[in-house]
């Protein structure tokens, strides 16, 4: 199956720093990738959907300005959680897809976050 | 509302001890049903995608069938590596590329 890369792995930062996230395809150029966030014991919930050269569309109630998605190139998707607090600490996975709207999805490795 | 409801939520099970762990789901147009599996601490790996009733796919020790309102996965002679979370997810036909998962189930196999 094709490859995403998500980088870093974990990650520990103090209250009020900001974090950076990225998520690339190794082979395949993907023109959406989406970002999720999954709780201890829970499934995936999906936080927003990004598209190469456009704005990202959030799913309703995640705070656009809170995490900034950036979709710059067709293998290159960021995810920067701004002045980061506690309760943002997750782990957060990429997924990205070869083609338009069929197919499935595949995912990174996953970002452990954890916010002092 | 799309709504994809996965059963048992954990299953414990002997090595060689086969079974099968459910996913229900409720979707206007169903456009892929997809298997996943993961591993604690790690992104989900694919398994298998599922797109019309009757269809069956086969993989190793496991396989998956769907029908109209559920699918099954069923794990024959599961050995303790097969312990992971499964997690199923649907594609509904006007949500893009999008996938609403289910909760998963935890599968432990002992040896």
């Known amino acids: 199956g094709a490859v995403v890369s998500q980088h870093p792995s974990r990650v520990i930062c103090k209250s009020g720093t900001s974090v950076k996230i990225e998520c690339r395809s190794l082979?395949?150029?993907?023109?959406?990738m989406f970002w999720y966030r999954q709780f201890p014991k829970k499934s995936l919930m999906l936080m927003a959907t990004?598209?190469?050269?456009?704005?990202?569309?959030?799913e309703q109630g995640v705070e656009k300005d809170k995490f900034l998605i950036n979709h710059a190139s067709l293998t290159l998707s960021t995810l920067t959680v701004t002045s980061a607090h506690p309760e943002d600490s997750s782990f957060y996975i990429c997924?990205?897809?070869?083609?338009?709207?069929?197919?499935?999805?595949?995912f990174g490795e996953g970002s452990r976050l954890t916010v002092l | 509302e799309d709504q994809v409801t996965q059963s048992p939520e954990a299953l414990r099970l002997q090595e060689g001890e086969s079974s099968s762990l459910n996913c229900s789901y409720t979707?206007?147009?169903?456009?892929?049903l997809f298997w996943y599996r993961q591993d604690p601490g790690k992104g989900p790996e694919f398994l298998f995608t599922?797109?019309?009733a009757g269809e069956e796919k086969e993989k190793e020790r496991l396989k998956a069938t769907l029908t109209k309102k559920e699918s099954f996965l069923h794990i024959t002679a599961p050995k303790p590596e097969d312990s992971a979370t499964y997690l199923c997810?649907?594609?509904?036909?006007?949500?893009?590329?999008?996938?609403?998962f289910g909760e998963g189930t935890q599968l432990t196999v002992n040896p």
């Open positions: 997924s990205a897809i070869p083609g338009p709207n069929t197919g499935e999805l595949f």
């Open positions: 082979d395949f150029q993907a023109t959406t």
């Open positions: 990004s598209n190469e050269g456009s704005k990202a569309t959030y």
């Open positions: 979707v206007s147009g169903l456009r892929g």
């Open positions: 599922l797109y019309s």
């Open positions: 997810a649907v594609r509904q036909e006007t949500s893009g590329s999008r996938l609403t």
